[in-house]
């Protein structure tokens, strides 16, 4: 089965830093990729994802991920992070052609104003 | 168009009793994922169903089971609960957009409490 590794637990910023989550899996074969944030006291929701085409993908509120299939890894990153990104960060894995979606432990994000 | 409506929201269980959850996809998802999360754990596979039939089962003991139904809707059934069960459990409903490629959508969740 395939397996999901979140490098930092926590992360601590102030406003306009700059974000980089890392991510990497284990799976042998093709793969859909997600990044999934939690803000406090909300459901899940998606950030961006990959299935294929440009490694380089954009998503909602200036996110950014680029999957780099040599390295199995799949960062997420943000050039200037705000206040309103303080949640908790989910990298996950979907084997192609199946449902059976893996999710990292996560990264809590806390930004400081 | 509605989102992944899950109940109840809140629950709160003794050992030993049994606890059914319920889950409506969102209209046209025929595919749901059932997800346990602690914060030990994170968020843990239970099992995904397509068109009524279980397609994939994640690491649970035989405790655990679900259904789905014609309409797509899922339950989800713990029996003999345990404090470990204690977690909020997550249904997902899953839409394919390409051959191969499935996008997952989250409800609020169901937090089970065992005392």
């Known amino acids: 089965a395939q397996s999901v590794s979140q490098h930092n637990h926590h992360v601590i910023l102030s406003e306009a830093a700059s974000l980089e989550l890392g991510c990497n899996y284990s799976y042998g074969g093709t793969v859909n990729l997600f990044w999934y944030v939690q803000y406090p006291g909300q459901h899940l929701q998606l950030l961006l994802k990959?299935?294929?085409?440009?490694?380089l993908v954009k998503g909602i509120k200036g996110f950014e991920a680029e999957f780099i299939k040599s390295k199995f890894s799949f960062n997420l990153r943000k050039p200037s992070v705000q206040w309103s990104d303080t949640a908790e960060y989910f990298c996950?894995?979907?084997?192609?052609?199946?449902?059976?979606?893996?999710f990292g432990a996560g990264t809590r994000l806390t930004v400081k104003p | 168009k509605a989102g992944v409506t899950q109940t109840p929201r809140y629950l709160i269980k003794t050992r030993g009793q049994q606890v059914t959850l319920s889950c409506s996809p969102i209209?046209?998802?025929?595919?749901v994922s059932w997800y346990q999360q602690t914060p030990g754990q994170g968020l843990q596979f239970l099992f995904e169903?397509?068109?009524?039939?279980?397609?994939n089962k994640g690491n649970f003991p035989g405790r655990f089971s679900g259904r789905q139904f014609s309409n797509s809707r899922s339950e989800m059934n713990v029996s003999t609960l345990e404090l470990g069960d204690s977690a909020l459990y997550l249904c997902a409903s899953s839409l394919e957009v390409g051959e191969g490629n499935t996008e997952a959508f989250f409800g609020q969740g169901t937090r089970l409490t065992v005392v």
């Open positions: 996950a894995v979907n084997p192609f052609m199946y449902n059976d979606m893996r």
């Open positions: 990959y299935f294929s085409g440009d490694p």
């Open positions: 209209s046209g998802h025929r595919s």
């Open positions: 169903y397509f068109s009524e039939t279980q397609r």
